[in-house]
């Protein structure tokens, strides 16, 4: 079981919300949050309520000013974060991965099939990009750019028939995929 504690001030300090399970909007516990803990588990934050937004990957650990791990993480390429407004728990997958990426929306253009990690779509597959997925089996993290980097948006088992629509307004191509399997 995933446990996230999400604090309003910045070193784990101020007021604090525990959350075991998705919470859509956390600004109806906290007035901001600038800080977290993961306990246990592995959770994507989002800055927007109700799973929206530029979304971040979290592991176990501390999690002491996301001012300036955004700072940072947008050194990188990765979007900007400075307040977590929605947050949802990845559970663990064991088994298979397996997932159907499609060039065009509505599962139109090429398709190809994934098993494993995808450092570039366009290196291994010569796709460009990829608008809609099926997935099958596990959780995936689709990146922005090749090698697993920049903005990234999370997707689990079902049909994602157009993945602009979904909060991917920020994220202009989908360029590597990687499978969530770490026990966290």
Known sequence: MGRIILYEDRNFQGRSYECSSDC?????HL??????????GCFVVYDRPNFMGNQVFLRRGE???????????????????DNIRS???IP?????FR???????????KMQELMDDCESL??????????????????WLMFEQPGFRGRMMYVRPGEYR???????????????????????
């Not at 157009?162 to 920020?170: A, E, K």
Request: net charge positive; glycine share 8%; aromatic share 4%.
């Open 24 to 28: 859509s909007d956390i600004h109806m």
């Open 31 to 40: 007035n901001r949050c600038n800080s977290c803990r993961v306990d246990n």
């Open 63 to 81: 999690y002491s000013d996301l001012q300036r791990m955004g700072s940072m993480m947008g050194m990188m390429g990765i979007s900007l974060m």
């Open 87 to 89: 947050c949802r728990m």
């Open 92 to 96: 663990t997958h064991r088994g298979q």
């Open 99 to 109: 997932m159907r990426i499609y060039e065009r929306e509505n599962f139109g253009g």
């Open 122 to 139: 366009q290196d291994r597959f010569l796709m460009s990009d990829c608008q809609s997925c099926n997935v099958m089996d596990g959780h």
């Open 162 to 184: 157009n993945l602009r629509d979904m909060n991917l307004s920020t994220m202009s191509t989908i360029s590597s995929i990687r499978r969530i399997m770490d026990i966290c």
